[in-house]
């Protein structure tokens, strides 16, 4: 088995990890539940850590991995272009035409009076819930530098910025549980799929 399918194969492992703990979670729990439990941790390094972690998620690090690939003129470069539009598309086409109206955490509890936990000087959407598109940029950038590292154990570690990417979406108050599942399935996914379909063949 080549470098590239074993590192898949570890990075989809993490994936499935990742979806068992949330999915169970959104069963157990009603969403005032998950939301509550989540929101009480919160201190000001939290907040800051947060901000910081989500922000370069969904431009800045796949830009500055892109640029990378088209430095070092990698045959990844053509399967990540590829996964990015098509995750992208996705994402967007399940925001603004099938779950349009999804309610994110702020407008869903609004008018509850449940004191919530907020950031300060965080602008927080109100609407396009569903699925959260940090969290799919996070697992679909995360699985093409695991891919270019080669590495197993950097595979492990690029799931964890991936699980805190998706995590931080549900701190910051943008994100229900169930919204970085589907974005971390349709972002692996993709990737997946064009990965198989365009690079794994060749290895």
């Not at 979670?25 to 989540?38: A, E, N, P, T």
Request: charged share 10%.
């Amino acid at each position: 088995m080549s470098p590239r399918n074993k590192v898949a194969i570890y990075y989809l492992s993490g994936l499935i990890f990742f979806e068992a703990v949330v999915l169970s979670y959104v069963f157990l729990f009603d969403r005032l539940g998950q939301m509550s439990l989540i929101n009480s941790f919160h201190s000001p390094w939290a907040d800051l850590f947060f901000k910081i972690i989500t922000s370069g998620a969904e431009i800045t690090i796949p830009i500055l991995f892109l640029g990378y690939l088209i430095w070092k003129k990698s045959d990844l470069l053509k399967p990540y272009v590829i996964s990015y539009i098509f995750s992208t598309v996705i994402v967007q086409f399940l925001k603004l035409v099938i779950f349009k109206d999804a309610m994110r955490p702020l407008a869903f509890f609004k008018g509850q009076g449940t004191s919530w936990h907020l950031v300060q000087n965080l602008f927080i959407n109100e609407y396009n819930s569903m699925p959260s598109g940090h969290t799919s940029a996070a697992w679909f950038m995360c699985f093409w530098i695991s891919l270019a590292a080669k590495k197993p154990f950097i595979a492990f570690i690029l799931v964890f910025y991936a699980i805190l990417v998706a995590y931080s979406r549900v701190y910051l108050f943008q994100h229900f549980p169930v919204d970085t599942a589907v974005g971390a399935f349709i972002g692996t996914g993709v990737s997946l799929l064009v990965f198989y379909w365009n690079v794994s063949k060749t290895e």
